[in-house]
């Protein structure tokens, strides 16, 4: 069972290494940090309406902040949906079903090989645009110390650390982004549904979140784990939202799994 999904994960991934998209995505993970924090560097205005937008030119440190603040709006959802909204539906806009599970592999191992590709993607493009923003803020802005939430100065050691837990407490979240749109592929049958649907879900998430509702139904939500790092950046720091989110994050990838997995088993493509 494992070599067989491991045979079947090799396979996707040289498929996605192959793929245009998936290089654009890591290419602009790697550069759009780069590129706004330079714009910040050379200009004098500031996103001031955003979480540490003001003091983006006063320290580096701030300039990873503002990019995972920023990328909870679009890029995580982009990320989570772009291989694994594709990657099962790809085999019926193709017709290759009959033939990849006339192979010798079976359903179970083709599943799960595709799983993990959706779901190493997502992580994989999540810490490279984490580690590309840190370095930009430190090589472009500088390593001075960073202003909390709580106004309280953190020596550039300590924030870093912070910083970096911060980008780690969005990974559940972002996995559980993934199996949605993993879902939606097996369920659709569509490519442009499984990469649209999960981003236009998650940003009606993110809207709910912003109006008067019952807190249970907003710690439910698969976004709430964007914005639970808030508490590591305040005095003194908490860590509830960010086990809410966490544990959210696992139901939604557990789910929809389930569901995507027993869809894809009783569906007559042979095999």
Same mark, same amino acid.
């Given at each position: $069972?494992?070599? %067989?999904?491991?045979?079947?994960?090799?396979?996707?991934?040289?498929?996605? #290494?192959?793929?245009?998209?998936?290089?654009?995505?890591?290419?602009?993970?790697?550069?759009?940090?780069?590129?706004?924090?330079?714009? $910040?560097?050379?200009?004098?205005?500031?996103?001031?309406?955003?979480?540490?937008?003001?003091?983006?030119?006063?320290?580096?440190?701030?300039?990873? =902040?503002?990019?995972?603040?920023?990328?909870?709006?679009?890029?995580?959802?982009?990320?989570?949906?772009?291989?694994?909204?594709?990657?099962?539906?790809?085999?019926?806009?193709?017709?290759?079903?009959?033939?990849?599970?006339?192979?010798?592999?079976?359903?179970?191992?083709?599943?799960? %090989?595709?799983?993990?590709?959706?779901?190493?993607?997502?992580?994989?493009?999540?810490?490279?645009?984490?580690?590309?923003?840190?370095? #930009?803020?430190?090589?472009?802005?500088?390593?001075?110390?960073?202003?909390?939430?709580?106004? @309280?100065?953190?020596?550039?050691?300590?924030?870093?650390?912070?910083?970096?837990?911060?980008?780690?407490?969005?990974?559940?979240?972002?996995?559980?982004?993934?199996?949605?749109?993993?879902? #939606?592929? @097996?369920?659709?049958?569509?490519?442009?549904?499984?990469?649209?649907?999960?981003?236009?879900?998650? =940003?009606?998430?993110?809207?709910?979140?912003?109006?008067?509702?019952?807190?249970?139904?907003?710690?439910? =939500?698969?976004?709430?784990?964007?914005?639970?790092?808030? %508490?590591?950046?305040?005095?003194?720091?908490?860590?509830?939202?960010? %086990?809410?989110?966490?544990?959210?994050?696992?139901?939604?990838?557990?789910?929809?799994?389930?569901?995507?997995?027993?869809? =894809?088993?009783?569906?007559?493509?042979?095999?």
């Amino acid at each position: $069972m494992l070599r %067989g999904i491991g045979a079947v994960t090799s396979v996707e991934c040289s498929k996605l #290494a192959a793929q245009m998209k998936t290089r654009i995505v890591l290419a602009a993970c790697v550069a759009g940090p780069f590129v706004f924090a330079v714009a $910040m560097r050379v200009q004098s205005n500031v996103p001031a309406d955003t979480l540490f937008g003001r003091s983006i030119t006063e320290s580096g440190l701030a300039v990873p =902040l503002v990019v995972l603040g920023f990328a909870a709006l679009w890029v995580f959802p982009v990320v989570a949906s772009v291989v694994g909204g594709d990657l099962f539906s790809s085999e019926d806009r193709y017709g290759t079903w009959a033939t990849l599970l006339t192979r010798s592999r079976t359903r179970a191992e083709v599943f799960a %090989g595709k799983v993990v590709t959706a779901l190493g993607f997502s992580l994989v493009a999540t810490v490279v645009l984490a580690l590309s923003s840190i370095a #930009a803020g430190l090589l472009v802005i500088g390593h001075q110390p960073l202003v909390n939430l709580s106004g @309280v100065l953190l020596a550039p050691g300590p924030a870093l650390v912070r910083i970096a837990t911060a980008w780690a407490s969005v990974l559940p979240s972002a996995i559980g982004l993934t199996a949605l749109a993993v879902l #939606a592929s @097996v369920a659709t049958r569509s490519s442009a549904a499984g990469i649209g649907l999960p981003v236009v879900g998650a =940003l009606t998430m993110q809207l709910y979140a912003m109006v008067d509702g019952p807190e249970v139904i907003r710690r439910s =939500l698969i976004t709430s784990g964007f914005g639970a790092w808030h %508490g590591l950046l305040a005095e003194p720091s908490y860590y509830g939202p960010i %086990g809410h989110a966490a544990l959210a994050g696992m139901l939604y990838l557990v789910v929809c799994l389930a569901i995507a997995h027993h869809v =894809l088993r009783h569906r007559d493509i042979g095999g």
